[in-house]
């Protein structure tokens, strides 16, 4: 039997939100919709919810002021964020996926194509969060069961989709992945966006490591081709 499948929507507009809602339902998703982005993030902290369909253009505070406190909240962190919004500039989908939106969808947008990226985005989720081994790497350890990654005793915050990239790249220890195979593995075979998002997120996870163990780069470029996972040897 299949589990209650919950989605927050928050968009400002009557009629998109209302489409927005039919299709979700049609796939047997109970719909919370918040027109503001405060009733939005209220929502989110006071709820569970398996999914989040965040437009940018919003009253009060807008979507990307939202994603960000999202991702800067525990309770919030790991639930996939999916962006639909009518800003459809390269730099606005690189600032929504910088701020941990997984994906990023621009209006107008065609029903079936929508609901397959919802449906793609939960099955990426579900797979991630099933109980797994923690992977250990020295004092480096990576839980895909909550999503949390410590050096030592040190948490560090990621999204989930630079998790899911770093937990691909640490699962393949010492292999070349190709820019290309990262994004399909980890966004999905039917994302539009580019590869430079695959770097960008890489420099982030980098930062982030760096700021915790500034003896390991953990994610090393190999040139024209993709990343790798390597840890010195020397590592306790």
Known sequence: MELPKHALLVEDDLDIAELVRIILRSESFTVDIAHNGQEGLKLARTNSYNIIVLDLMLPKIDGWEVC?????????????????TAKGE????????????????????RPREFLARVKALLRRSRDYNQPLQVLEFGQLSIDPRGYKVKWQKTEINLTPKEFELLLDLAHNE???????????????????????????????????????DPDNTYIQTVWGVGYKFEVKENVP
């Open 174 to 212: 010492g292999q070349i992945l190709a820019r290309e195979q990262l994004l399909e593995r980890v966004w999905g075979y039917d994302y539009t966006g580019g590869t430079r998002t695959i770097d960008e997120h890489v420099k982030r996870i980098r930062q982030k490591l760096l700021l915790a």
């Open 68 to 84: 960000r406190r999202l991702r800067n909240n525990s309770s919030t962190r790991s639930i996939p964020i999916i962006m639909l």
């Open 90 to 109: 390269e730099s606005d989908k690189v600032l929504g996926l910088e701020l941990g939106a997984d994906d990023y969808i621009t209006k107008p947008f």
